[in-house]
């Protein structure tokens, strides 16, 4: 599942730009809001995932994805890569770590149930 989601999240980033998200009501930039979301759910999946290295390996390898699909949208016709959206990408990958860990405690899965 994490790895589908990581496919499916770097097809979305990459595809060439078709429109906007409507404003969420939040009185910011609705990407960031959809950037935030999308990364802390990603950083959940992986830290709930039994995909090799844990811990600060996945925070470095999760934070440079996020500079990285950045600096590729550059040369996404109607794409542009922004600072701004790398900063929200690392916020939401760090509260998806607190979450996962919050829900994990020291087991390795979330819980079933």
């Given at each position: 599942m994490c790895l589908a989601y990581w496919l499916a999240l770097t097809v979305g980033l990459l595809h060439p730009k078709g429109g906007t998200l409507p404003p969420?009501?939040?009185?910011g930039d609705s990407f960031n809001v959809a950037h935030f979301?999308?990364?802390a759910l990603l950083a959940v999946l992986v830290r709930a995932s039994r995909l090799p290295w844990r811990g600060m390996?996945?925070?470095?390898?999760?934070?440079?994805?996020?500079?990285?699909?950045?600096?590729?949208?550059?040369?996404?016709?109607g794409r542009t890569g922004r600072?701004?959206?790398v900063l929200a990408d690392v916020?939401?990958?760090?509260?998806?770590?607190?979450?996962?860990?919050?829900?994990?405690g020291s087991g390795d899965r979330l819980?079933?149930?």
């Open positions: 969420l009501g939040f009185g979301v999308a990364f390996s996945w925070l470095a390898i999760l934070f440079g994805y996020g500079v990285l699909t950045e600096v590729a949208q550059l040369a996404v016709p600072v701004v959206d916020c939401g990958i760090a509260a998806g770590m607190i979450v996962a860990r919050l829900a994990l819980p079933s149930g």
